[in-house]
């Protein structure tokens, strides 16, 4: 069990702002670089609300979701170390001129890739973290796209497949430029002439006009807007404060407000209205709440002004944030964000907030996964997942089906080497996410437990499990292909499952036909009130 005070600590190590002086060097530095305004709104957005990136470069050993780092082995071979790293570095410094944007160059640690922390500003290493592991065979490199709001300390990171063989610095920036452009908000582009084609391989080195008119829209620069408002609503619909609009540097136009929760029963109420941003149709709201540094775990829901919910996807909900994406707003109509403590109960129900509602993200699509029951006389369920290419995942967590909030599900994710590589709970009416996991290509454990009060029988409880992937690959030059499917080799969709599943999506999920349990040496997970408050801070092994 963890304590209160070391919970705090937690956050304050994980969240609070970084001081660079010591730990940076300048590497770049642009002539005529416009004045832009720093803002330091939401860092889960994305890392371009600042005018200066930073990179750094991990060292050899460095835990690569399992593996280990292998970036100077690798690069050494090609050329000296300062000039493959000015070759990586070109590569962002050809996309960052296009938005009056510099980089830095800094120190890095070692931490393992995907340690919890902040999404940017993480004073251990940089806001992109460049390693390299071996990855699935139909892939040269891979990034997490910076602007992925599920991604924690994984976005903006690329990931060079130490199996492949660069042999130029030609190559290595080509491949570097591709990434880049992902990790900058850049999709794939279907024209064979530009470097963020899907099989660019290492062959192409100019964007095209319209990767960078692309990229400008991306960033939307401008002098900024009106600043935050504070609600003091009271949860009334009708004093509803409203939202600001404002087009900050480095983001696209979006309402922003910020508040704070006093006590176990404060409800908050914000007012927007789609059109204010100058949305002319129905469009996807995505909404971000960010806490303080003080543990306090939110609620947000979406209402119309009338006070009916609007139907909503939680896109992420843990480590201090709510992600909620709602479809098809009107843009002439009026709707309420409703803030408010998780908890009536918790030590902490209060704390300070920041909201933001914006309509440029897409909507994000989840893959359902698994689904089932966790019962008094059936407190476990295990099932097979399998991973047909290297990728990042982000997973959706879900419990329901009784009244009772002190029975919990955990969601337990081990390796082949019966590893613990990921770990998250929900208690009834919760959906949960947690920070994102890489998979390598192979068979995964999953395990759900139902664990309840000692005294207490497990009441029956749903679960399902959704999944999205955000990693892009940077595929190689297109050759001949077959139409024979695989699993186990990162070859392209189709995959075959065992037994004989065929699926286009990379990931599949099997309940086993024979029984199959945790190993022994494992302890049973077991009630810890902690899962009721900080599921996503407890380690219950």
């Known amino acids: 069990m963890i304590s209160l005070q070391s919970i705090n600590s937690v956050y304050r190590q994980l969240f609070a702002r970084p001081n660079r002086s010591s730990a940076t060097r300048k590497v770049h530095s642009f002539a005529a670089l416009e004045s832009l305004e720093v803002r330091t709104l939401l860092t889960t957005l994305n890392w371009a609300d600042t005018k200066t990136l930073t990179i750094s470069f991990a060292p050899d050993g460095t835990d690569v979701a399992g593996n280990s780092n292998r970036l100077n082995q690798m690069m050494d071979q090609i050329a000296p170390r300062d000039e493959w790293h000015k070759a990586i570095t070109s590569a962002f410094q050809t996309w960052l001129n296009e938005v009056g944007m510099s980089f830095q160059v800094v120190s890095d640690s070692g931490d393992a890739f995907g340690i919890a922390g902040a999404t940017h500003g993480d004073t251990r290493f940089g806001d992109v973290r460049v390693g390299a592991t071996p990855l699935s065979d139909n892939a040269l490199a891979t990034a997490i796209p910076g602007d992925q709001i599920v991604s924690g300390t994984w976005a903006s990171d690329i990931l060079f497949n130490s199996n492949d063989t660069l042999t130029t610095l030609d190559e290595v920036y080509a491949l570097a430029l591709h990434e880049a452009g992902h990790v900058l908000g850049l999709g794939h582009n279907p024209d064979s002439n530009s470097p963020m084609y899907a099989n660019a391989g290492t062959v192409v080195h100019t964007p095209t006009t319209l990767d960078l008119q692309n990229l400008r829209r991306q960033f939307q620069i401008s002098a900024g807007g009106s600043g935050e408002q504070n609600d003091d609503s009271n949860g009334k619909a009708s004093g509803a404060q409203q939202l600001a609009a404002t087009n900050p540097v480095g ?14 029963t404060d409800v908050d ?19 971000v709440l960010e806490t303080a540094l003080n543990g306090f775990i939110p609620k947000v829901t979406l209402q119309r002004a009338d006070g009916k919910l609007v139907e909503s996807t939680i896109v992420a909900n843990g480590n201090g944030r709510v992600v909620l994406q709602a479809r098809d707003l009107k843009a002439d109509r009026d709707y309420i964000v409703v803030v408010e403590s998780a908890s009536k109960t918790n030590t902490i129900v209060a704390g300070r907030y920041q909201l933001s509602v914006s309509f440029s993200q897409p909507p994000v699509t989840f893959d359902r996964l698994a689904s089932g029951t966790i019962e008094a006389d059936r407190t476990q369920q295990v099932m097979m997942l399998y991973s047909a290419r290297s990728q990042m995942v982000n997973f959706v967590f879900s419990a329901k089906g009784s009244s009772r909030r002190d029975a919990v599900l955990v969601l337990s994710i081990y390796d082949s080497s019966d590893k613990l590589v990921y770990q998250t709970a929900a208690k009834a009416g919760d959906t949960v996410t947690g920070t994102s996991v890489l998979l390598h290509t192979g068979e995964y454990r999953i395990a759900v437990d139902g664990v309840a009060p000692g005294g207490t029988a497990m009441p029956q409880l749903d679960f399902l499990l959704k999944s999205v992937t955000t990693s892009i690959d940077a595929g190689p030059i297109a050759k001949n292909t077959t139409l024979n499917p695989s699993f186990g080799n990162g070859g392209t969709s189709p995959y075959v499952f065992p ?25 049973t997970v077991v009630w810890n009130p902690n899962l009721l408050n900080y599921p996503w801070l407890v380690t219950l092994q």
């Open 251 to 264: 983001l696209d136009p979006r309402f922003e407000g910020s508040g704070t929760i006093v006590t176990a």
């Open 269 to 287: 109420t914000f007012r927007f209205r789609p059109a204010d941003l100058g949305q002319t149709e129905d469009g996807t709201a995505t909404i």
């Open 499 to 523: 037994g004989n599943v065929i699926s286009n999506r990379p990931i599949n999920v099997q309940q086993p036909t024979t029984p199959t349990v945790l190993p022994p040496a494992r302890p």
